[in-house]
Every structure is written in structure tokens, then in C-alpha cells.
């Protein structure tokens, strides 16, 4: 029953691969690197980090798949974590200016002494900017919708003894609207992205109504 | 045809029951309006879980929940009021607890701290038997400033109360407390424990998924180090999310002060700090206490925030002791 919730989406990611693209510098890979690998940290709902690894698919879009892993600050490390795998694509160029694409499946997981959550979900990312062979400007928007989650209750299910326990449907989404400021040097990227994360009907809004992501990519 | 195949089974597959996290009792438990076989009482055009113990012509105590958005689950231990001769009020207020849901906008005007102010002064009025019948207050943190709001208003009405660490009897004094009590360390377990499930549940209007979603938000007061010295989670029906943030939401915008009229209530007061609160202690007792003419503080060792839940004993027997001096 649950794997229903991991496959369907990844099948639709497989069949929607035309869309794609990217949190890397085209401007630096394109044609040349195979591999990529970042560390980040940042706000992102929470304080997070996280390590993320890329790698070239052998079509003719500058094509990377891409897996992220991030987990929240904490005594516990292991306990809140999101793990994304994502096709990264450039859909166009035109010199310096590039737009691209990342759609992506996403699966988190949340625990404390009040619940379990895990969550499947997919997102899609959209860059616009430009990506040039030193440094990089761009704008992103970004979606994120839950698909399915399930819910383990530890306090709660003392508090409420007739609260369930399973899977629920689509418990909502998230926007998210920002820039980015990168520099290469080398084989490497050192980025920053800043910006706004909202609800999906732009009313319950997070806690932190900001995000940003500091990271450090090497290109290979 | 193939991918109209393969559509129509993904299609199928993802319409396989699932459960709607809406619905009513799924993930907080269900309120007066959804569950008739809850105790209530309609009362200022709203529906309120309400609950009596005692004989009915005794004084009556009206014991007040904290938030705004909490519910008097964690005060229950009150109701041994009702073996001394008390005839002890329990009601969720207007949208929280176990009450019914309200929109927004009931919270969103002038007159929505009056509106509480209100729906207290017909529950006392639906009880009083006669005008002489005594009628005390005990408030809990948001519940001990409303019922000093109450008493701003209506000094003639109440024969004595107990408050136990009202935040500030204005927004200026409730801010400078807030401030303290939440202090936010931003790579802590516990801030993360409070957002990061926001990403979970974000964008759905209903009620009870904002509910659920407060449930979360609620560990951070509760977690270990905690600065209000709460010993851990204690019990509660729902988290009225809409009227907790339509409240602040409303203070932030109109601010408050419930001090305009203190210096007209003669009776001395109760007034309660919990010892293992580091945000508020003795001198933040004095200072919001101040308004009142006549004023007893007392400590309660051992407790924090919560004190009514954690340190009952200890409260029971101050508040006991206080109101027979007044029966």
C-alpha cells in the first residue's frame, strides 16, 4: 500500500522528462563536467543542511538527475529530513541567459515526542537568469505539493485516544519566490539564495516567511 | 492508447481512499456543534462546551483557560472547588477547545476582546441565581487577563480572583513578556520541532487542519529548557489556531490596556508567579500587579507556566484558603 505512494509519483516525474532544470552554473558545466556535488545550509521552513550529488545523463539537453538530502538542525539529527530526486535541465539558452526547469519527487520525514510524519511529494523549481562564466543572477519560483502523508501519533495519542493513525490525502502546498547570487571559480560554485516561502493560498503562511540556502558546489 | 492506459491506472490508483485530514474527529477531536453528546451551553449567539460541578446555589467559580486558543482540559484539577462549597464553571471560550469553530472576521474588529468580555458576563449571568450570589474568577495566563478585562469593566460584579501569570493587562506589558517567554535559539531541536511541519500542512483553510498543525507549533512552550519552566506537553482538546492568531493578530493592530478602571476594585487579589518560570518571577508580579489596590502574590515552588496542571497542589491550596476569606 504505501510504496503506491513512492512509485506513482516517481513514474510521473519519468514521464514528464521533457520539463527539467537546475540549481547548477549551465554557464560552467555545460558540455564539460559529469559529476557535481554540494553542501548547503540554510532556512528552510527550518535551519537545515544538507549534501546533494549530480550526474550527467547522456541526452542532448544539458541534463543532470540529482539526489538532495537535507535534515533539520538539532540535538537529533536523523529525525526531520527531506530527501529529493530531482532532473535538473537546461530548457534554453541564448548566450549568457539561460532558463531552466527542475521537476522533482520529494519524501520527508518529521518526528517528535508530539508525532511521526512522513510525506511523499513532488515540486518543481523554474530559474531564469544569467549564468555567466564567473558569477550567476537569477530569479526562482518554486512549487511543492504534498501527495500523501503518514501520520504516527505519540503525544497526541494520548491526548486524543480516537485519533488516526494512517494515511491521509494532500495536506497542502508551498510556494516560494527568489533570487540567487553564485560565483564560480575553478570547478566550484559558491551560491546564495534568498527569499520569500508562502502557502499555497498565500493566507497560512510559515512561521519563517523566508528561506535561504548557502552552498558550496564542485563540478567534475 | 497505451498512455490513456497507463493515465487511467495512475488515476485509479491515486483515487484509492485516503483518508481527508478535515474531517471532523480524524486528527482533533470533535467539537459541541459536530458531537451533541458534549456538554454545551448557547450563549451570546455562539455554541460553548461548557461543564458545572457543584451544587448550583453555591458561589459560583468560573475557572478561565489561557492562550488565546487554549481550553480548560489542563485546568480540570479545579473541580474539587466543588467540594468546598464552590459551584465551579468550566467553559472553552468562543472557538477553542472543544467550543465551535468560528470564522476569522468574529476576531477581526473592534470589539473582539469584547466580545470575550461578553460571552464571560452572559455564562455568569446564565448561572447567577440571584445578585446575591457571590461570583469569583480564577484565570490562567490569557484567562487571568481577561478576567482583569472583566473586572476593569465590571468591578461590582466580581467578589474576588485568582490570576495566575497574566502575560500584561496591556499589549505594551504582554509584548515585553512574550518577548521573554519565547526566546528563540534558531538551531535548537525544539524551534524545528515547531516548523518544520509547517511544510507538511500549508495552504488548507480548514479549521480542523489548522488545529492539528498548532498541536506542532504548541511543543515549542512544552520542550526541554524551556524558559516558562513547564515540566513537559499537558493535556488539551484543540488548539483553536483561528482564534489565537486572529486575537494577536487584533492586539497587534488595536493593542489593549484593561488597567483603566483597576483603582475602583477595593477586594485584594490573588495573584500567582510560578517559580520555575524565568520569564516572569517576582518583580514582573509586582509590576503587572500594580494596578490592582489590593494585592497578595504568592510563589508557587516547584511549577511552571502551567502551574494549575504541574503545581496543583500547591495552587489549591493558596487559592482555597484565599477564597474562603472572601465567602
Not at chain 1, 88 to 112: A, M, N, T
Not at chain 2, 295 to 307: F, R, S
Request: proline share 4%.
Amino acid at each position: 500500500m504505501k510504496y503506491r505512494f513512492i512509485i506513482i509519483p516517481a513514474l510521473l516525474i519519468v514521464f514528464s522528462l521533457r520539463l527539467y532544470a537546475q540549481d547548477l552554473n549551465w554557464g560552467q558545466v555545460r558540455d564539460q563536467q559529469n559529476h557535481f556535488m554540494a553542501a548547503k545550509f540554510g532556512a528552510d521552513y527550518a535551519t537545515v543542511m544538507g549534501l546533494s550529488y549530480g550526474q550527467r545523463l547522456p541526452w542532448k539537453l544539458q541534463t543532470f538527475l540529482a539526489v538532495d538530502l537535507s535534515s533539520s538542525f538539532g540535538q537529533d539529527l536523523l529525525d526531520d529530513w527531506k530527501m529529493r530526486f530531482s532532473v535538473q535541465s537546461e530548457l534554453w539558452h541564448s548566450g549568457h541567459l539561460s532558463l531552466g526547469v527542475k521537476p522533482g519527487f520529494i519524501i520527508r520525514r518529521f518526528d517528535s515526542n508530539v508525532a511521526r510524519l512522513f510525506s511523499t511529494g513532488v515540486d518543481l523549481t523554474a530559474t531564469l537568469g544569467y549564468f555567466g562564466a564567473k558569477w550567476t543572477f537569477a530569479a526562482e519560483a518554486h512549487y511543492d505539493q504534498t501527495l500523501a502523508t503518514n501520520v504516527k501519533h505519540h503525544f497526541l495519542q494520548e491526548n486524543y485516544p480516537g485519533i488516526y493513525n494512517g494515511w491521509i490525502g494532500a495536506t497542502g502546498g508551498n510556494f516560494k519566490f527568489g533570487g540567487q547570487v553564485g560565483y564560480s571559480f575553478g570547478g566550484n560554485m559558491l551560491a546564495l539564495k534568498l527569499g520569500k516561502a508562502y502557502a499555497r493560498n498565500f493566507k497560512d503562511n510559515p512561521t519563517l516567511p523566508f528561506y535561504f540556502e548557502l552552498s558550496l558546489l564542485r563540478a567534475w | 492508447m497505451n498512455r490513456l492506459l497507463i493515465f487511467a491506472l495512475l488515476f485509479s490508483l491515486l483515487s484509492c481512499k485516503m483518508e481527508d485530514p478535515a474531517t471532523p474527529g480524524l486528527l482533533v477531536p470533535k467539537t459541541v456543534d459536530q458531537d451533541p453528546t458534549l456538554p454545551q451551553l448557547a450563549i451570546n449567539g455562539t455554541l460553548l462546551h461548557v461543564e458545572t460541578f457543584g451544587k448550583a446555589t453555591d458561589p459560583l467559580l468560573v475557572l478561565i483557560h489561557g492562550g488565546p486558543g487554549g481550553d480548560y482540559r489542563s485546568l480540570l484539577q479545579a473541580k474539587v472547588f466543588a467540594n468546598k462549597g464552590y459551584f465551579v464553571i468550566f467553559y472553552d471560550q468562543r472557538g477553542t477547545g472543544l467550543s465551535q469553530r468560528v470564522d476569522r472576521s468574529v476576531f477581526a474588529g473592534a470589539d473582539a476582546i469584547q466580545l470575550m468580555i461578553d460571552d464571560l458576563g452572559k455564562l455568569i449571568e446564565h448561572f447567577q441565581k440571584v445578585n446575591t450570589q457571590k461570583v469569583f474568577l480564577m484565570g490562567h495566563s490569557w484567562g487571568a487577563m481577561l478576567a482583569t478585562a472583566f473586572v476593569n469593566q465590571y468591578p461590582d460584579k466580581i467578589s474576588g480572583v485568582v490570576l495566575a501569570e497574566p502575560g500584561g493587562f496591556t499589549w505594551t506589558q504582554t509584548e515585553e513578556y512574550l518577548s521573554r517567554s519565547n526566546q528563540i535559539k534558531l538551531f535548537s531541536e525544539a524551534l524545528n520541532n515547531a516548523l518544520y511541519p509547517e511544510q507538511f500542512f500549508a495552504g488548507r483553510n480548514e479549521h480542523e487542519i489548522l488545529d492539528y498543525k498548532a498541536s506542532f507549533f504548541g511543543s515549542f512552550e512544552n520542550a526541554p529548557g524551556n524558559t516558562i519552566g513547564n515540566a513537559g506537553p499537558y493535556p488539551f482538546w484543540r488548539n483553536g489556531a483561528v482564534a489565537f492568531s486572529a486575537l494577536i493578530d487584533n492586539a497587534e493592530q488595536r493593542g489593549f490596556d484593561f488597567t483603566t478602571n483597576l483603582q475602583q476594585y477595593p477586594t485584594k487579589i490573588l495573584f500567582l508567579y510560578s517559580e520555575l518560570n524565568q520569564a516572569y518571577q517576582l518583580e514582573w508580579a509586582k509590576t503587572v500587579a500594580a494596578p490592582y489596590p489590593k494585592v497578595q502574590i504568592e510563589a508557587i515552588k516547584g511549577a511552571g507556566h502551567e502551574m494549575l496542571h504541574f503545581g496543583w497542589d500547591n495552587v489549591y491550596s493558596k487559592s482555597l484558603t484565599y477564597l474562603n476569606e472572601l465567602k
